[in-house]
């Protein structure tokens, strides 16, 4: 069913924060803005684009952790944790929810995926005949858990899942992001793919030394760089594989 409003309507900072403004990762300049100005979500997808370290995926992390997810990936329901190194950046964080809106999410986090598979085999629901993704290919899985999570209109964080996905997975992908904001979910994903970021409808907000700034496909870094490397590979090898 759908909602009158989207699983999560704004994410602002905690009024009983006191996280300081000089300690990380408070410091990152895309936490800064959000901190201080907090970030409306819309309904149906949102796409965080930027270079590695820029803070997409900690502010999807951090998100995803408020709202009540587990930080290595999964629902709230399925709780599991290896090793401790999400930031502290949740807990300055407040979700207001959607008025009538579902409670269940789930996040997708590439890199911590593995073990989100080893604890569905320790608590394997019969009933619901999960399957052993650990002997599918890391793309199969994927597939697979998109196949089975992402069927309601919820609360989904993904973080770079365009890391163990083909081409042409990855259009697959896109179609699920599609039924899902059909049906009324909400998606917040960040992303290095051109592929993914071309997603008709989708918001973009490119994350960099400058924060936060709403954009369009074809106004993203990422996309000229890939164009131009495309049209000209050598270009930009020539530069990479010379010698000091």
């Known amino acids: 069913m759908k909602f009158d409003q989207p699983p999560v309507v704004r994410i602002s900072r905690d009024p009983d924060d006191d996280l300081p403004p000089t300690e990380w990762p408070a410091t990152i300049p895309a936490v800064a803005q959000l901190l201080?100005?907090?970030?409306?979500?819309?309904?149906?997808?949102?796409?965080?684009v930027g270079e590695n370290g820029s803070g997409k995926s900690t502010l999807v992390e951090a998100v995803a952790v408020a709202y009540g997810l587990s930080p290595e990936g999964g629902s709230a329901h399925g709780r599991h944790e290896t090793r401790t190194t999400e930031s502290p950046l949740h807990a300055s964080l407040r979700i207001q929810r959607g008025i009538g809106s579902g409670r269940w999410g789930f996040f997708l986090r590439a890199e911590t995926m593995h073990g989100w598979y080893t604890y569905m085999d320790e608590h394997r629901n019969v009933k619901q005949a999960e399957p052993d993704y650990h002997a599918m290919s890391h793309g199969e899985s994927f597939l697979e858990?998109?196949?089975?999570?992402f069927s309601s209109p919820s609360f989904y964080c993904l973080d770079e899942p365009e890391a163990a996905l083909s081409f042409g997975?990855?259009?697959t992908l896109i179609r699920a992001l599609h039924d899902i904001a059909a049906a009324g979910g909400q998606v917040l994903c960040a992303t290095h793919s051109p592929v993914l970021a071309a997603m008709p409808g989708a918001r973009i907000i490119e994350v960099g030394d400058w924060g936060?700034?709403?954009?369009?496909?074809?106004?993203?870094?990422?996309?000229?760089?890939?164009?131009?490397?495309?049209d000209a590979p050598m270009r930009y090898l020539r530069h990479t594989l010379a010698d000091d």
């Open 212 to 230: 936060l700034r709403e954009t369009t496909w074809d106004e993203l870094e990422l996309v000229h760089h890939w164009k131009a490397y495309l």
């Open 36 to 48: 201080e100005q907090g970030l409306d979500l819309p309904p149906g997808v949102t796409f965080l």
């Open 145 to 149: 858990v998109l196949r089975r999570k």
């Open 169 to 171: 997975s990855t259009l």
